[in-house]
């Protein structure tokens, strides 16, 4: 049992591009003890971090921490504890602040090693039956994913419990046992307790099936989003907008199937079935001279001239920038990226970045002549809400550049300078798409 166990957890991490670290979420329960051990046993321990995130939720959280640390002390392995404080004692919370935790310490190219199993995967299976999922959610908890700016990854999705059990007790491993685990109050510990151990009398073998049939429904539902991607490449525009006269001739479920797929590639969320039909009736719907906007948490969904927009809910005012350097700089409302370029801008020596207020003009190259700043905006298709605080490089009052869109004469180069763009929170969601 040991042997086989560790060769699977090998095999699938031989799967992975090799990453820059290797970070062990370890709560201290059976799993993440198992994960903790397998790690060490396979990982190189100068590139691994033990992680474990106290919630403050429980009396023994503080002693949960000393556990979690001691067992990668024992290890020899680095570990650091992070405080979460959930906004509520609801599992929901609990998961929210967690990841926000793992989030906080992951940098460029780290791998985040979670340790969820298959007996997870059927509860949640089960569990998004129960609500109605559709595909999407019957797929159940994916192998992986990007988090921040690396990967999340649940090597022993695969395994069932009872094979954790044994290798921990082979290995002669303690674990913390969550009390709460035993309160049937909550959704999923009711399934866990009262409702899986009757399936599985009845029923023998129902984990295994069940693990089987998640991954059939994941893999019917990559092959779903390659098609749509496929799609979707054809119905977005330079803007990331998702224009809407191009799908007219589709039928009504292809289009709420690509119109979840596009705001579930630009911002992560799963429109649910109301949501998708307050899109169509606010949105889509909406007489052809509107400019309708709908909020779904964080977003922002508008349609302007026939296309939607996914945006972000704006927070506070955006922001200049007194000096330019090559790279990524984030401004509040979006980013601006300056990369080295044959053609272009040909310095960035005394410019700075300011934010359009009204009657700006410029010369843009190869234009013959001068112009306003909101005529280009305008023939760029630049839509209302972006284009009141789209930036402009500037020297001393002179506009140098309008990211995105033009360098003004005098300021351009073929001889190698600087490509300046604009990317605010509606149009750097567009990077999320690998379609484009």
């Known amino acids: 049992m040991s042997a086989a166990i560790e060769k699977r957890f090998k095999a699938q991490l031989q799967q992975m591009l090799e990453p820059k670290r290797w970070l062990i979420g370890h709560s201290g329960g059976l799993d993440s003890q198992v994960l903790l051990h397998l790690a060490n046993k396979t990982l190189p321990p100068d590139r691994l971090l033990v992680l474990h995130v106290n919630h403050h939720l429980q009396q023994s959280a503080d002693s949960w921490a000393a556990f979690s640390a001691n067992q990668a002390k024992q290890l020899g ?10 906004e509520s004692c609801s599992e929901d919370a609990a998961r929210r602040a967690r990841y926000e935790a793992f989030k906080s310490i992951m940098t460029n190219g780290d791998c985040l090693l979670l340790g969820h199993h298959g007996d997870d995967q059927v509860e949640t299976l089960l569990f998004r039956l129960l609500r109605g999922a559709g595909l999407k959610g019957l797929s159940g908890i994916p192998k992986n994913r990007d988090l921040e700016s690396g990967m999340l990854y649940r090597p022993l999705l ?3 419990r ?3 059990e044994a290798y921990a007790e082979q290995h002669g491993l303690q674990w913390i046992d969550d009390p709460s ?11 866990r307790l009262n409702v899986l151990p009757v399936l599985e009398k009845r029923w023998p073998g129902f984990r295994q099936r069940g693990l089987a049939t998640a991954e059939q429904l994941g893999a019917s539902q990559r092959l779903l989003a390659e098609y749509l991607d496929r799609d979707l490449s054809a119905l977005i525009g330079s803007l990331g907008e998702l224009q809407l006269t191009q799908m007219a001739g589709f039928s009504e479920e292809r289009q709420h199937h690509l119109l979840r797929r596009w705001v579930e590639l630009g911002s992560g969320l799963l429109l649910n079935q109301p949501q998708l039909l307050e899109i ?3 949105l889509i719907d909406a007489r052809a001279d509107a400019q309708p906007q709908l909020r779904l948490g964080g977003l922002v969904i508008r349609r302007y001239q026939q296309a939607l927009y996914l945006t972000e809910r704006q927070t506070g005012e955006p922001l200049n920038l007194s000096e330019l350097s090559p ?8 980013y601006l990226l300056v990369e080295p370029s044959e053609v272009g801008l040909k310095t960035l020596d005394g410019i700075c970045l300011e934010r359009r207020k009204s009657g700006e003009r410029c010369r843009p190259v190869g234009r013959g002549g001068s112009c306003t700043v909101k005529k280009l905006l305008q023939e760029a298709g630049i839509p209302p809400w972006l284009k009141a605080h789209w930036p402009l490089l500037k020297s ?5 550049a309008v990211p995105g869109i033009c360098v003004c004469e005098n300021w351009d180069t073929k001889s190698g300078g600087f490509n300046v763009s604009w990317h605010s929170f509606a149009l750097s969601r567009t990077r999320s798409f690998g379609i484009l």
């Open 280 to 282: 169509q009736k606010t």
């Open 162 to 164: 009872q094979e954790l």
């Open 396 to 400: 001393g009052d002179e506009v140098v």
């Open 77 to 86: 392995l680095k570990h650091i504890s992070l405080d979460a404080f959930p």
């Open 181 to 191: 685990n035993q309160s049937d109050r909550y959704d999923r510990n009711f399934l």
């Open 158 to 160: 695969g395994m069932l």
């Open 327 to 334: 790279g990524e700089h984030k401004l509040g409302d979006g």
